[in-house]
């Protein structure tokens, strides 16, 4: 088992979620506020780059190995946007009703049912230079207007294929249960059992 592992993400929504999902996978989970993290420019053009960037930054500046998380959520009929933008849409001050909006006026107002996915690409850097990624996902489609005060980021406004109600309005022990985030989590834990 991993004795110290940093958590690489300064997303407290994220640090909720990854809080319940981790527990056990390492002897001591240590976030980004603990280790003073820098946040790296996200300069790379998929989630796995900035994943595996997040992580590195993390890993040299603890010496610790680091766990990161890039996500996002893709509109197909926006080719793919916001994606690897995701948190820029919300500006400077991480407003998503800036951002949600931004999606509905990028649609036309022509929102409701469109498809759309939530992607999550884990990182981990260990210190010896290994690195690996796990990726997540969950097809859904839009819904509008805004539902639900649970979760963060664009869950008030997805729907996963299956359910009638926005992630924002599931309990986060069920959103937890069957997100791109906890597909991406699955993935690690079992190449973890696997070292
Ligand atoms: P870190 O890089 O520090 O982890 P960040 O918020 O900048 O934090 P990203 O660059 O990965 O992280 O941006 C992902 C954005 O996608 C995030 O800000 C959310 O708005 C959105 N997102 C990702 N997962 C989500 C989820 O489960 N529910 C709602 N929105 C989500």
Do not use: C
């Not at 993400?9 to 996978?25: P, Y």
């Amino acid at each position: 088992m991993i004795e110290r592992l940093i958590l690489a993400t300064h997303n407290q929504g994220k640090v909720r979620e990854f809080d319940k999902m981790l527990a056990g996978l390492a002897g001591r989970i240590e976030g980004a506020a603990e280790h003073n993290l820098p946040e790296p420019e996200e300069t790379e053009t998929t989630f796995e780059g900035n994943a595996l960037l997040k992580a590195r930054a993390a890993m040299t500046a603890t010496g610790l190995p680091a766990l990161s998380d890039d996500s996002g959520l893709t509109v197909e009929a926006l080719d793919g946007a916001p994606g690897i933008y995701s948190a820029r849409w919300a500006g400077p001050e991480k407003d998503f009703d800036m951002a949600m909006q931004r999606i509905y006026d990028e649609l036309g107002g022509d929102i409701e049912g469109k498809k759309a996915a939530f992607v999550a690409v884990l990182a981990l850097a260990f210190p010896d230079g290994t690195e690996q990624t796990f990726e997540g996902r969950v097809d859904g489609t839009l819904s509008w207007p805004a539902r639900g005060e649970n979760g963060f980021g664009y869950d008030p406004i997805f729907v996963p294929d299956g359910f009638d109600i926005t992630f924002a309005e599931f309990d986060p022990a069920d959103k937890n249960a069957m997100s791109h985030r906890a597909r991406a989590v699955e993935k690690l834990k079992a190449y973890l059992s696997n070292e």
